[in-house]
């Protein structure tokens, strides 16, 4: 679960050090106060895009970090342990800044990782539902989501395997038609592929060509430095007076006292060798007069070569093995556009299998949602039933997009309520209400939870639209869920706040010239009076106060 919250320099936030238990917690205050500052700083530290509005005015940067504690979510250290990133006393740490240049750094456990490394992470930790988030369940494209969500133990594998056999079916069917949608398309595609080939194979190109023409062009170009230097040290060496006669003089008359001592003989077999390694290197000095020649025939020669290379290195690669390449993978392609009839009716047999393998799995997929959906929708309306809609019906229409197989199935899925007695099923987005919509939404999240295993659940305001009897049962319902999760909720309802295990007030005040946010943990004595705020009394009325005290005390008598 989330232990602990740190929050610097965000909006009007400047630090902000939470330690957050299990169970139920609740956030109230007035609105402006910056409750859903703490949201999205939340968001912020889980890899949601961060924008520069959120730095402080005046601030460079800003800072979330959150420390989990992970000792009873195996699927979070594996996740941890297959990233190398699991820490020696087993808790997370996730620090994420913000600069006002744009630039973000996200560390896991000390470890600079990638926003999407993070994503990966903390979508396994911490579920967020916003205040508009119900509003996505009038987008029918979302319905598949939550039915996939919800089942996804026996839906993941299913829908994993039809995936793999779209891919394959995707590829053979592209390889097919040559990923062309008419024959015109075709033969320009044969075209580009026959001139890119001649052009490649026209210029003979040799893998090591390109250093061995540079190294001949430096020799070129520095010939008459070179031709001097050459000359000079020939000289020296063979020259009347140079180092090999120097050399062999000197070998003769040690030679000729050889015989008088082992030790002259030693010296005098040694330069002997010196002698004769040094005749050699002359030779050879002597035979370089000959080649360090001036030619600028040869030079524009080899610069044209060069140009053509470079001008293939341009167009097809960085390097000749990459242009080499190129011309393989051409050729390749050429041979498929233009394949014979065995290999088109060999491709024709491989998509017609891999088309009624996806059939097979797809149907599979389906089956699986749909018996996902009924149950959903079985257990989301006892849910509704409990939530003050007593005549709410609930039900997932299926459908498939067309004919022709898709990533993620066959299916499209709406789902259709009936609020009322005697009214039809239909469309979410056609009958419900902004209050329905919230209660349809936690009755879901409710549910979904049960079977997702993701430790932290934070409702923001999701309480819109009800009140009385409901929001009572609203509190009741998260309450429930927060025997099995940890769950963080911003509300503005006292029948909420009622149920919550701590209570944290948010507030706002003038310091130093500043507005700055502070969040305050309530003691017992004193969360009726923020109850009795929240019912909108003022100056502590006693009898609000008195209120509040048998909201609190019927909460913790309720049964959960």
């Given at each position: ?304 070569r060069l140009d053509v290379i470079d001008g293939l290195k341009h167009k097809y690669g960085r390097t000749v093995d990459d242009v080499l390449r190129f011309a393989e993978n051409a050729r390749r392609e050429l041979d498929e ?224």
């Amino acid at each position: 679960m989330l232990e602990r919250l740190i929050i610097e320099n965000v909006a009007l936030i400047e630090k902000l050090d939470l330690e957050l238990g299990g169970g139920f917690t609740v956030l109230t205050g007035e609105t402006g106060a910056g409750k859903s500052i703490i949201i999205d700083g939340i968001n912020l530290v889980l890899g949601s895009r961060g924008s520069r509005e959120l730095i402080s005015y005046g601030k460079q940067k800003c800072r979330v970090e959150a420390v989990f504690g992970i000792a009873k979510e195996p699927l979070v250290a594996d996740k941890l342990r297959e990233m190398e990133l699991m820490s020696d006393d087993g808790d997370l740490t996730i620090m994420r800044e913000l600069n006002v240049n744009g630039k973000s750094l996200c560390r896991v456990n000390g470890v600079v990782i990638p926003l999407a490394s993070l994503k990966s992470i903390t979508d396994l930790l911490v579920d967020v539902h916003g205040q508009h988030e119900h509003q996505s369940l009038l987008d029918e494209r979302n319905h598949l989501g939550v039915i996939d969500a919800y089942g996804a133990e026996s839906i993941a594998p299913l829908k994993e395997e039809t995936d793999r056999l779209y891919k394959e079916y995707a590829r053979v069917t592209n390889k097919l038609n040559a990923g062309f949608l008419s024959e015109a398309e075709r033969e320009r595609r044969i075209d580009i592929l026959n001139y890119q080939i001649n052009e490649i194979e026209g210029a003979r190109l040799q893998k090591d060509e390109e250093t061995s023409i540079k190294e001949e062009l430096t020799l070129l170009t520095n010939a008459e430095r070179i031709s001097e230097a050459v000359n000079s040290s020939s000289e020296l060496l063979s020259g009347d007076d140079g180092a090999v006669s120097k050399l062999r003089a000197a070998v003769d008359e040690l030679n000729s006292i050889a015989g008088f001592s082992a030790q002259f003989g030693e010296i005098s077999s040694r330069l002997g060798d010196l002698y004769y390694e040094v005749e050699d290197a002359a030779y050879s000095v002597r035979d370089m007069r000959l080649g360090a020649e001036y030619d600028p025939k040869r030079i524009d020669e080899l610069e044209t070569r060069l140009d053509v290379i470079d001008g293939l290195k341009h167009k097809y690669g960085r390097t000749v093995d990459d242009v080499l390449r190129f011309a393989e993978n051409a050729r390749r392609e050429l041979d498929e556009l233009t394949g014979d009839a065995s290999l088109r009716e060999a491709l024709e047999k491989k998509k017609a299998e891999l088309r009624s393998q996806y059939d097979s799995a797809a149907a599979k997929l389906t089956l699986a949602r749909k018996a996902a959906a009924a149950k959903l929708c079985a257990l989301a309306q006892e849910q509704l039933l409990a939530l003050g809609m007593k005549k709410a019906r609930l039900s997932a229409e299926f459908s498939a997009i067309d004919d022709e197989p898709h990533e993620g199935g066959m299916d499209q899925v709406s789902l259709l309520l009936s609020a009322n007695e005697g009214e039809p099923l239909k469309p979410l987005s056609k009958v419900a209400s902004g209050g329905e919509l919230s209660r349809i939404m936690l009755a879901l999240k409710t549910v979904i939870t049960d079977a997702d295993g993701i430790p932290t659940l934070i409702f923001d305001e999701v309480d819109t639209g009800i009140s009385g009897t409901t929001a009572n049962t609203v509190g009741l319902r998260m309450k429930r869920i927060a025997g099995r999760h940890q769950v963080l909720c911003v509300t503005h309802l006292p029948q909420i706040a009622a149920f919550a295990d701590s209570h944290y007030v948010v507030s706002k005040h003038e310091t130093s010239g500043r507005t700055v946010t502070e969040v305050k943990l309530l003691s017992p004595d004193e969360r009726p009076y923020e109850l009795a705020r929240i019912m909108g009394a003022e100056g502590g009325s006693e009898a609000a106060v008195s209120h509040a005290e048998e909201l609190i005390k019927r909460a913790k008598e309720a049964r959960i």
